[in-house]
Nanobody
Framework: QAHVAQSGGGTVQPGGSLTLSCVVS????????YGWFRQVPGKEREGIAI????????WYADSVAGRFAISRDDAKNTVSLQMHSLQADDTAMYYC?????????????????WGQGIQVTVSS
């Protein structure tokens, strides 16, 4: 049975950095696409980063482009999100997602696997 484990959240001061990690285990096949999403209470979930395909194609939301970086380790079914220059607006519950389906991937894909969420708080 698949299990998705997230780690790395916490509280950081404005301007600081954090790295989130996500490990997907117990899946029957390789994972083509990973995504990171975040949600603030009362607002819709926001897709912020995607990585997919054999060439590691990447996409970022405008809100995080230039500050966040997504990467993956296929041998370990792991995806990471390096977050820099964090701002108060980055405070949210962060979720990773993974999907084995081939081809193009974006935040609208019905991902098969989801993490439980991890809190990131940016506060002085």
């Amino acid at each position: 049975q698949a299990h998705v484990a997230q780690s790395g959240g916490g509280t950081v001061q404005p301007g600081g950095s954090l790295t989130l990690s996500c490990v997907v285990s117990g899946v029957p096949s390789g994972l083509n696409c990973y995504g990171w999403f975040r949600q603030v209470p009362g607002k819709e979930r926001e897709g912020i980063a995607i990585i997919y395909g054999i060439w590691d194609s990447r996409w970022y939301a405008d809100s995080v482009a230039g500050r966040f970086a997504i990467s993956r380790d296929d041998a370990k079914n792991t995806v990471s999100l390096q977050m820099h220059s964090l701002q108060a607006d980055d405070t949210a519950m962060y979720y990773c997602a993974a999907d084995p389906g081939d081809g193009y991937c974006d935040t609208g894909r019905p991902f098969d696997y989801w993490g439980q969420g991890i809190q990131v708080t940016v506060s002085s």
